[in-house]
């Protein structure tokens, strides 16, 4: 399944948890699927979103590994669905605004739990997920900066076409001396 259906279930599902253990479940799963994302781009996806791409797999990885196995059913883990990306920067936008949600909704488990040992792990997981929001930015960054640049370079040779074959003329159309 595509890398944004994929997301929009995740956010969806999310939206719809009640209670401590189905939100953490719900914030487990958006950090699988962040780094099944991360993971095919550091595989597949341009080369300098590589080394950013594969660092969002390896936080999703310990962010994952915070949260005490939630209860997700067999099967039931979305990450393994993915097939593709096809939009990189729509699905690293997406992948943020669930990133963003799960921190959220794990901020509210933290502040409505007086078990002390949920409420740590919350911390935790909330500070996994706020690192990977930063990885995800950084590569929406680089690929703001590429796009920058490539239209900065097409429109040199835009230019340049009509440049006319001798380059630039400056200054006034006239005459040249001695002719009309």
Partial sequence: MEAERLIAAGRSALAGSRGAPAVMAEAWQAQALARAVGGR????GPSELRTEARALSET???GSAV??????PVGGVRAS???????????LGALVLLLGEAGIALVGVACGTEEEGLY??????IDAV????DRVHGMLRRLAEQERESEQEGG?????????PFGVIHGPAGF???QP
């Fill in 67 to 72: 949260l005490d196995h939630p209860m997700v």
């Fill in 41 to 44: 781009l550091a595989r597949c």
């Fill in 130 to 133: 706020d690192e990977s929001v």
């Fill in 176 to 178: 040249v001396s001695g």
């Fill in 81 to 91: 669905q993915l097939t593709e990306v096809a939009d990189i920067a729509g699905a």
């Fill in 156 to 164: 040199q040779e835009a230019d340049r076409e009509y440049d006319g």
């Fill in 60 to 62: 999703c990885a310990l």
């Fill in 120 to 125: 740590w792990q919350c911390i935790e997981a």
